[in-house]
């Protein structure tokens, strides 16, 4: 017992037995990384990817693409639900009030109806795919590898810019303004009322680009930031900031009035 005690003192095989330890768990260390850090294909519709995007980890650009989609549904619900109910409650009160008038008069407010009634309607229809694709996002989880997911959340990215890139297009102006003004000429040519006509078509085509022009367009910034590798997180916080700015991302027209509170 002595000399196989002298042989392997309790020492060294204590040392050695670490020793496959210490080495997986360096090799481990040394290999998460590389794992991290996998590259994975931007989609195609972003087009080629620029170098800082290309640079950042799968996870950074996922955490990115999800809190930006997060951060947009707010305002863009705020948005698109105050026109709504606003519009339905000057649609009822106009219906309303029809009955009430001179009938010489009550076509005034069953035209001025129609024209908040399309309005109201258009924001019941056409919802922000933002508050789409994050329903999707969510009712999808995390199933999947960090690519898979990482090419659904920048596919919902797109779709949503792109809602909101055609809300701002310039031919929505033009129909918002021909909507309103065949509402003003039906009351006028319809009805024999010539300046009520003018008046309801002048006041809906106004309130038209009003809505128009605040349609909030987070996930336009998002996809220029994500699109140039600036992957700062959504600014939280209060903070009033209004002011007119131009749109120029493909297509975008006009002026958008931006502001948070």
Not at 14 to 35: D, E, G, I, K, Y
Not at 119 to 139: C, D, T
Request: aromatic fraction near 6%; charged fraction near 15%; charge should be positive.
């Amino acid at each position: 017992m002595r000399a196989r005690s002298a042989l392997c003192p309790p020492e060294r095989v204590a040392r050695a037995s670490w020793r496959p330890t210490f080495v997986v768990a360096a090799n481990v260390w040394l290999a998460a990384p590389a794992v991290q850090a996998a590259p994975c294909p931007t989609t195609r519709e972003l087009g080629d990817a620029t170098a800082a995007l290309a640079e950042a980890s799968p996870g950074a650009r996922l955490g990115f693409v999800r809190g930006r989609i997060e951060a947009a549904a707010k305002p863009s619900r705020q948005w698109a639900l105050g026109w709504g109910v606003g519009l339905g409650l000057l649609t009822v009160a106009q219906l309303a009030i029809a009955p009430l008038v001179d009938p010489e008069e009550a076509p005034d407010y069953w035209m001025g109806a129609l024209a908040s009634g399309i309005g109201a309607a258009s924001r019941a229809i056409f919802i922000p795919h933002v508050l789409l694709e994050r329903r999707r996002m969510r009712k999808r989880g995390r199933h999947g590898d960090v690519c898979a997911q990482l090419a659904a959340a920048e596919h919902a990215m797109v779709r949503a810019a792109a809602w909101e890139r055609r809300g701002k297009a310039l031919w929505q102006h033009f129909l918002s303004i021909a909507v309103n003004a065949g509402v003003g000429v039906a009351l006028g040519v319809g009805f024999g009322r010539q300046i009520p006509g003018a008046r309801i078509g002048a006041i809906g085509a106004t309130v038209g680009e009003i809505m128009i022009l605040t349609q909030p367009v987070p996930m336009m910034k998002a996809q220029l930031q994500y699109q140039s590798g600036v992957l700062a997180p959504a600014p939280a916080g209060a903070r009033a900031t209004w002011g007119l700015r131009p749109l120029t991302l493909r297509g975008g027209g006009g002026v958008a009035i931006g502001g948070r509170m």
